[in-house]
């Protein structure tokens, strides 16, 4: 479903640096074999993982499994984690890997449909009249017509209230050219809306 796949408002995680400070911990205690700190560490960020592979991925039926893949790469590779960084910078990194990786095997593999018109079959099996639903398909199409760079510096900072030198670290790539990024993308956005809007 689109509208559950959709970021809500920024969350205190996201916007407050020390926030991280207990996650990194947990991920620490888990990586020497806590359970149950493994265990807060993945209620910890399933929101937000589920949130940014939603705007990189761009197929909500496939936000689950991507997510699902992230946290079991980094269940498996905790034990190489050693908190230089947060482990909420960490898990998305991952988290990018997880969708890269999706995308290239996908082009590796062929496309069949055995329906003659397989897009409108696919646009009449998608839920309609869900509260949100219209505003949903628009932010995505909006967000769509960013290039990948200015959306996802966008989705970071703004969506996911990642503050900018973490987006910077997450993305390697200067602290101003994130916020250049962000910059370019909300005035391409207005533009947007100025056109969709009547006057």
Same mark, same amino acid.
């Given at each position: 479903?689109?509208?559950?796949?959709?970021?809500?408002?920024?969350?205190?995680?996201?916007?407050?640096?020390?926030?991280?400070?207990?996650?990194?911990?947990?991920?620490?205690?888990?990586?020497?074999?806590?359970?149950?700190?493994?265990?807060?560490?993945?209620?910890?960020?399933?929101?937000?993982?589920?949130?940014?592979?939603?705007?990189?991925? +761009?197929? /909500?039926?496939?936000? $689950?499994?991507? @997510?699902?893949?992230?946290? *079991?790469? =980094? %269940?498996?590779?905790?034990? !190489?984690?050693?908190?230089?960084?947060?482990?909420?910078?960490?898990?998305?990194?991952?988290?990018?890997?997880?969708?890269?990786?999706?995308?290239?095997?996908?082009?590796?593999?062929?496309?069949?449909?055995?329906?003659?018109?397989?897009?409108?079959?696919?646009?009449?099996?998608?839920?309609? +009249?869900? /509260?949100?639903?219209? $505003?949903?398909? @628009?932010?995505?199409?909006? *967000?769509? =017509? %960013?290039?990948?760079?200015? !959306?996802?510096?966008?989705?970071?900072?703004?969506?996911?209230?990642?503050?900018?030198?973490?987006?910077?670290?997450?993305?390697?790539?200067?602290?101003?050219?994130?916020?250049?990024?962000?910059?370019?993308?909300?005035?391409?956005?207005?533009?947007?809306?100025?056109?969709?809007?009547?006057?």
């Amino acid at each position: 479903m689109i509208t559950s796949a959709l970021p809500r408002t920024r969350g205190a995680t996201g916007s407050d640096p020390s926030a991280d400070e207990p996650i990194t911990a947990w991920a620490l205690a888990a990586r020497s074999g806590d359970a149950d700190a493994g265990e807060r560490f993945v209620r910890a960020l399933h929101r937000d993982v589920l949130r940014y592979v939603t705007h990189l991925c +761009g197929d /909500p039926q496939a936000v $689950d499994d991507l @997510a699902q893949d992230t946290f *079991l790469r =980094a %269940l498996a590779g905790l034990h !190489r984690f050693e908190g230089r960084s947060s482990a909420r910078i960490w898990l998305l990194s991952i988290a990018r890997r997880a969708v890269v990786d999706s995308y290239r095997r996908a082009a590796a593999r062929p496309r069949l449909s055995d329906v003659p018109d397989w897009q409108a079959s696919v646009e009449r099996s998608q839920p309609r +009249g869900l /509260p949100g639903f219209d $505003d949903g398909v @628009a932010l995505l199409d909006l *967000l769509a =017509a %960013l290039p990948d760079e200015r !959306r996802e510096a966008f989705v970071l900072t703004q969506l996911l209230g990642l503050p900018y030198a973490e987006a910077a670290e997450l993305t390697d790539c200067p602290v101003g050219t994130v916020r250049s990024r962000v910059a370019r993308a909300r005035a391409t956005l207005l533009a947007l809306l100025d056109e969709v809007e009547p006057a």
